[in-house]
């Protein structure tokens, strides 16, 4: 079945640092993908989105392209500060049903 | 915008018990809801997908005689664990969405523990 993999954390960096979270898909057909971020003590946001190859999604500094050769949708962030400390969830959608299916999340701790 | 709560924020109660968990739109009409599970350190897991004024659409191996599911009006959708046992103590989320669009909005989530 259609399924998401994304990198085990925790992963501390320092501030300003350069982040990379990996994201892998499998899916029967062409999904949306989908980067959402939970900050402590909130619901799920979505951070940005690419419904097809090559699509970069970008929001808030963080940016991730939709590579169907390679089945990714790395996010990827230049600096990050402090106050991105959060988990990140990679999602995929199948067009006709609107259910997300998520990746296990990897959480993310930048210290000052 | 697009807001939505849940309540209670965290709820305990004796195995046998029913509970039950209330999912709001506060600013627009949902017309799909969708109720998760999410286990220590794994991912959210669907459990069902809602459509108000229709019956829920469960996932398999999610038991509907237990997970009662309730949409009663485009802003609303309740979740109610039936005869709770331990095994069911959770994290679950809602989420809504409008319009037939793919973005979902998240409610903060419930922690259910069953003593």
């Known amino acids: 079945g259609d399924s998401v993999t994304q990198m085990e954390g925790p992963v501390t960096l320092s501030e300003e640092a350069f982040l990379t979270i990996n994201c892998t898909y499998t899916a029967t057909g062409y999904p949306s993908l989908f980067w959402y971020v939970q900050y402590p003590g909130e619901g799920l946001q979505l951070l940005l989105k690419a419904t097809k190859a090559d699509d970069k999604g970008s929001n808030k500094g963080f940016e991730a392209t939709y590579r169907k050769e390679t089945t990714s949708f790395h996010l990827e962030k230049g600096s990050v500060q402090v106050s991105d400390s959060a988990v990140y969830f990679c999602?995929?959608?199948?067009?006709?049903?609107?259910?997300?299916?998520f990746g296990s999340g990897t959480r993310l701790l930048v210290r000052p | 915008g697009a807001v939505v709560s849940q309540h209670p924020s965290w709820v305990i109660c004796k195995s046998g018990t029913s509970v039950k968990i209330e999912c709001r739109s506060l600013d627009f009409q949902a017309t799909t809801m969708f109720w998760y599970r999410q286990f220590p350190k794994q991912s959210l897991m669907l459990m069902a997908t809602?459509?108000?004024?229709?019956?829920?659409?469960?996932e398999q191996g999610v038991e509907k005689d237990k997970f009662l599911i309730n949409h009663a009006s485009l802003t609303l959708s309740t979740l109610t664990v039936t005869s709770a046992h331990p095994e069911d103590s959770s994290f679950y989320i809602c989420?809504?969405?409008?319009?037939?669009?793919?973005?979902?909005?998240f409610g903060p989530g419930t922690r259910l523990t069953v003593l």
């Open positions: 809602s459509n108000e004024g229709s019956k829920a659409t469960y």
């Open positions: 999602a995929l959608m199948m067009d006709s049903s609107y259910k997300l299916i």
């Open positions: 989420s809504a969405s409008y319009g037939g669009t793919d973005t979902q909005y």
